[in-house]
């Protein structure tokens, strides 16, 4: 059995994660932020830690300025319909996750502006287009940094730098990223940040983040918690309403841990080898075509493709079934992505490699390929 | 160490929960309902399994139309937002938690009409009071089943006739009972039910769930997930979007497992026993005051009390460093119920019991109150 499904979400997890939420549901059960006993505060250190860990990560100067979720898409909506009021405006991209194009969607019926710039062939945008789209109106730019199809890094450091420039937010979803490799929000002007805390980070299913700077400040999404008054309640508090998810976010805790302990340097070159591995060998094959850049230094680590005359779900079951390898076919939520890349509605194969994974991994994987584009 | 705080948050949990959670996480790691490849088909069958014990357990027919949350908070708040429009009228009482209280006041903002009955001074609401506050824009009536501060359980069973001879909708928020006493959905005519994992259903933190019956089609909340057209998703998925928490969600399965396998019968009367021995235990120390009930039949497992001329955080401390008894002081997140209690701002000291504390854990906790009480 071989995962190659790393950007659904990764498999397997370091083994500390495993251990810290065992340890937490064994010994640190109390509830985090409410009781005052001492399994309480053990509960509250669990999250504490676990702010400061991704704060180093990804250079956050206030830890307390990072939002827990229970995924990506929850801590976009957050930060959507938060922040976007209407007569306002928003440039996106045509390959978004539907985490930012539905949210989007609705808030367009209620009368905000939503601008989706069209991406070249390889899922890239030109940073000189955004800056054009940006108008009086424009609060917020929001892009993926990198699409969970395309595989594309988009220039972040570029959009970053015009939304400075011409005083506009900046927002980027990290879910395929976020772990996979360096992001430095400060050095990047970033100033929202949404995260998955299942993939790239190895945390559990269940968790996710999302960083707001200093200034901005999303209405309440979940209404509740403790306090009376919304307003009086402070970040992070006020968008962590409800009992909080201890285990899990301890684990994702374990999971960062583990990324700035191994370096993220050192996890991106690796999975660039794999990525560079399977671009090489999909491309000896007959009748494959990649979706997204051909250099492994402008992809994250992901690879759609589709092969002539098959259907990406025929293949995926044949190489789960024959081969014992396990990926991703269809549409991976994201139907304005294949539209871009023309391969709506059947989508692509996407392969997605991760740290745990080795070349013999991939060579399996190709082999498996190889043969069913022969028809044995 | 003695933890008497189950009211916020249950522990410890079975052992098969948390071998439940371990094993998924090391063996179904695939993103359910995502990829098609095996572990994801186990991943979804986790998911599955626990949809249907969750049905078993509160006497639900369909079990797809049960949406699994982070915790309660957020099911309320997909339920009230989803559901009521502006001029719409929601009935509900001065006892609930902040998870209703703050949502209603939102979307009282936005032109929901709400009317918050007064309860006596056990925290007791009459049906009829509830009858009489139905007018013709009437949508929904909304009731704590047992108060997190006053222990009451309310007259659901009546309230539930009410709602379906006046055709309005009957909305339980169950964060207090689910698990800790049998709930019937069917039985008490409820139309929509919010729960949280973490509490009696012995689930992780980070686990809720919400009912809603057939033909009750809330807008979804968080926006994304599969699909191109929202209106195309059915629930569960259209209030799912985002990955679920799979390992989270299979051990709210075990938890509930667990209560169908001993029986929430067998579970009321053992906790019954325990908070019979609290009251009889605290009557009999000088200067307390029970809040709510004194009869144990009446309560969930819960009793909030103060101490003449103490502060109720000091109580807690001092339990807590001199007697190793872990509870929770203060307003528990429901400040308005404390208000109707005559207890706000200071609140109360509450202990709560769970199904693996003894009649030894809660003769120490009542050594400590009575030590305290006497000044030592």
Redesign the interface.
Known sequence: ?I?L?NA??????PES??QR??HI??HT???PG???????LDASRVIFEARESAARLFNIKNASRIVFT?????A??IAFKGILRQEEHVVTTSIE????V??L??LEARGVQVTQLKVDKNGWVEPKDIEKAIRKETKLISVVHASNVFGAILPVAEIGRICRKKNVLFMVDAAQTAGAMPIDIEALNVDIFAA?G?KSLFG?????LLYVREGIEPL?F???????D?ELVEIPDRLE?????????G?LGAGIEFLLKEGVKKIRRYEEGLIRQILDGLSGIKGIEIIGPQDEKKRTHLVSFNMQGKDP?DI??RL?NEFG???????H?A?CAHRSAGTYPSGAVRVSPGYFNTADDIEEFLRGVREISCGF
């Open positions: 059995m995962y499904d659904a979400t990764s498999y397997p997890k994660v495993y939420i065992d549901l064994r059960g109390g509830n409410r009781s005052g006993h001492r399994m309480a229970k995924n990506a898409t929850e976009i909506n996750h539907n985490a930012v539905k949210p969607k609705r998955t299942h559990p299913q269940g968790t996710g309440p979940i209404d509740g918690g403790t306090g009376e919304d309403s409800g009992t909080i998810n201890t285990p899990g976010i684990g779900s995926g079951y789960d390898i396990m990926l991703r076919c269809g549409l939520c139907p």
